[in-house]
């Protein structure tokens, strides 16, 4: 399975991969932004990790653009953000992400949210 790492910051997506890495992934494709992952989003693409706030297409736009497509309306959905408020959590929630993680997080925790939507274990 491919996975898309979505944030605009470099860092962050250096370490969400290094983080999926650590936890035996290694498919992964990168997008600046939402636009960025619109455009590189296909039938390769398994599982997409985004940001919430970025330019040109945030991870809540992106949500609602992916679930808008044929083949976006499954694909497993995890943001990756500092927000914690509960009402933004919701409106990620109601966008179409599947699941949330509140920076910063480990590898156990971002390994334990993908497993639960993909309902078995995606390496160890």
Excluded: C
Excluded at 3 to 8: A, G, R, T, Y
């Amino acid at each position: 399975m491919k996975f898309l790492v979505v944030d605009d910051s470099a860092t962050m997506r250096r370490i969400v991969i290094n983080s999926l890495q650590r936890i035996g992934i290694s498919d992964i494709v990168e997008a600046a932004d939402g636009a960025d992952a619109l455009a590189k989003f296909g039938p390769q693409i398994g599982f997409v990790i985004t940001d919430w706030n970025m330019p040109n297409m945030g991870g809540v736009e992106l949500a609602r653009a992916l679930r808008a497509r044929d083949d976006g309306k499954t694909i497993p959905i995890l943001m990756v953000t500092a927000r914690s408020v509960r009402e933004d959590i919701i409106t990620a929630m109601e966008s179409g992400v599947n699941n949330y993680i509140v920076k910063p997080f480990t590898p156990q925790v971002l390994k334990e949210k993908i497993d639960a939507l993909v309902g078995t274990p995606v390496a160890s």
